[in-house]
């Protein structure tokens, strides 16, 4: 049987940093070739995995970038899949009224229950599950040898101060690829897989 592997996806700083020091992740370069290794990854997801701040900003944003024509076409294209992807959300606050728009598609996992229900996705063939943002989320599975891969894409900036990317200690990563972003000037992918927790 196929087993479905748990995708993290994130930029961070030069100094390892996920976000300034007023929480604001938008100074990091995201720039297009940023974005296209984004939609590379969604389109080969079956799932996201996300947590309750990333689902309300992701959601709230970009399946309305589908039918936005004055959007660069790689917006569409991830607005687009992100207006029918299925998504589990983990979060004890997120109210029926939240997830309203997309509760079609959407699952809301308490936090107690998010190890089980990752390991119950995980036994299904129908593609990575694919978590963007969710810093504290994905690290918590991490430390719970749950995080198969991931995808870090170093910006040429420093901040100096703000959000680790980790929240503690990391060990047990390989390194699968280093390459510089295609079209881009400063953005580096340091892919690994993660051998142990």
């Known amino acids: 049987m196929t087993v479905a ?18 929480g604001n ?3 990091l370069p995201m720039d297009a070739a940023f974005d296209a290794y984004n939609l590379e990854r969604i389109r080969s997801a079956g799932s996201l995995l996300l947590g309750a701040t990333s689902y309300r900003m992701f959601m709230g944003f970009w399946p309305a970038q589908a039918g936005n024509t004055e959007a660069p076409w790689v917006h569409r294209e991830f607005g687009e899949i992100y207006g029918r992807i299925a998504v589990d959300v983990v979060s004890d606050s997120l109210t029926p009224a939240d997830v309203a728009p997309w509760a079609e598609r959407t699952t809301v996992v308490k936090r107690a229950g998010a190890e089980a229900r990752v390991k119950e996705l995980k036994g299904r063939d129908s593609g990575d599950i694919l978590t963007f943002g969710s810093r504290t989320l994905w690290n ?13 894409i170093v910006g040429a900036t420093g901040l100096g101060e703000g959000t ?12 699968v690829r280093a390459q510089q972003l295609d079209d881009s000037s400063h953005n580096v992918l340091l892919r690994y897989a993660v051998t142990a927790a």
């Not at 592997?5 to 007023?22: E, F, H, N, Q, T």
């Not at 680790?164 to 390194?175: A, M, N, W």
């Open 25 to 27: 992740p938008l100074v």
């Open 5 to 22: 592997k748990l995708v993290v996806c994130s930029i961070m700083s030069l100094d390892g940093r996920y976000a300034a020091s007023d």
């Open 164 to 175: 680790p990317i980790f929240t503690g200690p990391v060990g047990g990563l390989s390194l």
């Open 140 to 152: 918590s599975l991490l430390r719970a040898g749950l995080v198969d891969e991931l995808h870090l």
